[in-house]
């Protein structure tokens, strides 16, 4: 007998990003049993399916991690994996604290997504490499744990550091207009704020530089 299909949960206030991570996971083996913008109803709509995993972008209206502490609460046996771009560790930590068991970059290959949410639910911990070294130096003693220090990246907004992840991959400015269903000319102005911010003369070196902070 060929076992059902996991179900999903897809949370995320983007409507042509929701398409496409309903693409990636079904063409996985996911079931896709419903899709919410907003965190409130990604807690409802998990109540009313009850999923095998919940999938929440951080930064939707009402709050992701919100949200996942919610469904943490109500149905702690539903894993939870958090979608989204930012980077900041306030992030990364409140989300595991609220009962998050993944961390995932919206960078991420959506053709990794199905392969991550299994790992999750045979157990596993979905974090990104990068972000590793970040939990283990929070659960350092404070004597061994390296001072904070104060960097350019965190100036980027979560939109610019998606256009610079995706930048970082290789793809052209049409390329990443097209991934975020954004114009090109609305991508030359994300780049040219971070040139700004960074103190940088050109893409490559802001590339460089946010790789050498990650």
């Known amino acids: ?14 409507p042509q990003l929701r398409a496409h991570i309903r693409q990636a996971l079904e063409a996985g083996g996911f079931e896709v049993c419903a899709e919410a913008a907003t965190g409130p109803q990604a807690v409802r709509l ?17 709050g992701g991690i919100r949200a996942a502490a919610e469904i943490s609460r109500l149905l702690p046996d539903i894993a939870i994996v958090m ?3 930012s980077r900041d560790d306030n992030d990364l930590f409140d989300s595991l604290r609220a009962g ?3 961390y995932l970059l919206k960078d991420t290959d959506p053709r990794r997504l199905p392969e ?29 744990r390296r001072p904070a220090r104060r960097s350019k990246a965190a100036l980027l907004t979560s939109r610019e550091w998606e256009v610079m992840g995706l930048l970082g991959d290789g793809l052209t400015t049409d390329e990443v207009a097209k991934r975020l269903f ?13 040139l700004r911010k960074l103190r940088v003369k050109d893409r490559q070196a802001a590339i460089d530089l946010l790789r050498d902070e990650s």
């Open 1 to 14: 007998m060929t076992a059902e299909p996991r179900r999903v949960v897809i949370a995320d206030d983007h």
């Open 46 to 62: 998990t109540e009313e399916h009850r999923p095998d995993v919940v999938l929440l972008d951080i930064h939707m209206p009402g």
């Open 83 to 85: 979608l989204t771009v």
């Open 100 to 102: 998050a068991s993944g």
């Open 116 to 144: 991550a949410l299994r790992g999750v639910l045979s157990g596993e911990a979905a974090i990104p490499r990068s972000l590793v070294a970040r939990i283990l130096d929070e659960f350092r003693e404070p004597g061994r």
């Open 182 to 194: 954004l114009s090109p000319t609305t991508i030359r102005v994300h780049i040219s704020s971070v």
